[in-house]
């Protein structure tokens, strides 16, 4: 993406409140860029609000709605304490860890500089995700407890765990914010 199509997105689009976003192949970093997707997400919503709802679902369920062959109860009830733990007290060093690295570029915070990669991202909750050319991707050695939690994730379709960031210098066809298109490339 060059400066100029960069500076209109920043300068004409105010990302605060909830809105969405459609971006227009975008390729992914952990495919080595090999996966092409469209994706809407949506921006600006409530983080404090996506906890509390997370929160309740994860105390109001019982660990055997949740058991398949795979995984046992016990481990599915580590796995829901474990996440219930993460919201009620994070972990200060991952918190502060996440507010070092990044700048926000607008007050929402949907726009970050990232310090370390110099790059630009798009923050926002997946929506729907659909891939036009598939990634090859690296097997992932997952620890049981880790497949759990994602398994817990999944079926009670838990906000936080939607969470993602979007480089701006991976979107290689457009970006749609509120029915103004911006093309790239």
Known sequence: MDATTLLSLLENFNF???????IKGYTSDKSGNSEIANILINVGASYA???????????????SELVTE???????????????????????SRSNGQKDAFIKL???????????T??????????????????IYKEVKSKPLTLAK??????LDLKLAKIRYYKISNITTSVKVSGDTIEIG
């Open 106 to 116: 607008n007050a929402s915070g949907t726009l970050k500089y990232c310090k370390e």
């Open 150 to 155: 994602k398994h817990v994730d999944k079926l």
């Open 70 to 92: 795979n995984f046992g109860q016990a481990l599915i009830q580590q796995a829901i304490d474990e996440k219930i733990q993460s919201i009620v007290s994070p972990s200060k």
């Open 16 to 22: 605060s409140g909830v809105s969405f976003i459609y």
């Open 49 to 63: 609000n996506m906890k509390k709802n997370d929160l309740i679902t994860l105390q109001n369920t019982t660990a």
């Open 118 to 135: 110099g790059s630009v991202l798009i923050s926002g909750t997946v929506v729907k995700k659909t891939v036009i050319q598939k990634g």
